[in-house]
């Protein structure tokens, strides 16, 4: 079982509310990302970290901020959700860039 | 650009016989490529890595191929059972922290 958790696991939410989806893990890894999931597509990812005080944004554009404070600490925030902000957000962690992904659980994210 | 194409139609196939699933790629020349199951809800679980060096992986009832001249990676799962109904997921990288992720193939595996 990997050592990465997300919470929350669901979260229902009106539109304008400001949400932080919660990503921590106990592996020690610098590299962590997250990823946003559509039912059967592909993982599309929009934020990545190199190690503390370090955030890129992925390929999918997002609204979405990060950062990264601490080694095991990656929560991302949205200032205000939207409808079109309802999906599945999948955190990971690995410890290179060649070396395998944990994945977190997900957080199943539906604006209403 | 960039491209990761795997089966988008579910496998169904028998129990005890092997499974093959599909993961070609274009525009792309990875250094490493990873397999990934996935359950419903859940997020991915790695199943095995190979590298661009590499012909061939094992890991139990699970096999890995990779042909970087026909481009593209081969996953194998002998024995089948019901329980590896799944999504499966191909995962490629040229080396960065950029994974590119393809669709996944779903597996089920009939009783």
């Known amino acids: 079982e990997a050592d990465i958790y997300q919470t929350p696991r669901y979260l229902v939410i009106g539109t304008g509310k400001k949400i932080t989806l919660e990503c921590s893990q106990t592996?020690?890894?610098?590299?962590m990302y997250w990823y946003q999931q559509d039912p059967g597509m592909e993982l599309h990812l929009i934020h990545y970290?190199?190690?503390?005080?370090?955030?890129e944004k992925g390929d999918l554009s997002s609204e979405s901020t990060v950062s990264r404070i601490r080694t095991e600490h990656f929560p991302l925030t949205l200032e205000s959700a939207r409808p079109s902000h309802t999906s599945q957000y999948l955190c990971?962690?690995?410890?290179?860039?060649?070396?395998?992904?944990?994945f977190g659980q997900g957080t199943r994210l539906t604006v209403v | 650009s960039q491209k990761i194409e795997q089966n988008s139609e579910a496998l169904n196939i028998q129990e005890g016989k092997t499974a093959t699933l599909t993961c070609n790629y274009t525009?792309?020349?990875?250094?490493?490529l990873q397999w990934y199951r996935q359950d419903p809800g859940r997020g991915p679980v790695f199943l095995l890595l190979?590298?661009?060096?590499?012909k061939e992986k094992r890991k139990e009832r699970l096999k890995v191929t990779f042909d970087t001249t026909l481009k593209q990676s081969l996953f194998h799962i002998t024995a089948s059972q019901p329980a590896d109904s799944a999504t499966y997921l191909c995962?490629?990288?040229?080396?960065?922290?950029?994974?590119?992720f393809g669709t996944g193939t779903r597996l089920k595996v009939l009783a």
């Open positions: 525009n792309y020349s990875p250094a490493y």
């Open positions: 190979i590298r661009e060096n590499e």
């Open positions: 990971a962690s690995r410890r290179t860039e060649n070396t395998e992904a944990f």
């Open positions: 592996m020690g890894h610098d590299k």
């Open positions: 970290s190199y190690g503390v005080n370090s955030t």
């Open positions: 995962a490629l990288s040229s080396g960065t922290y950029k994974y590119i």
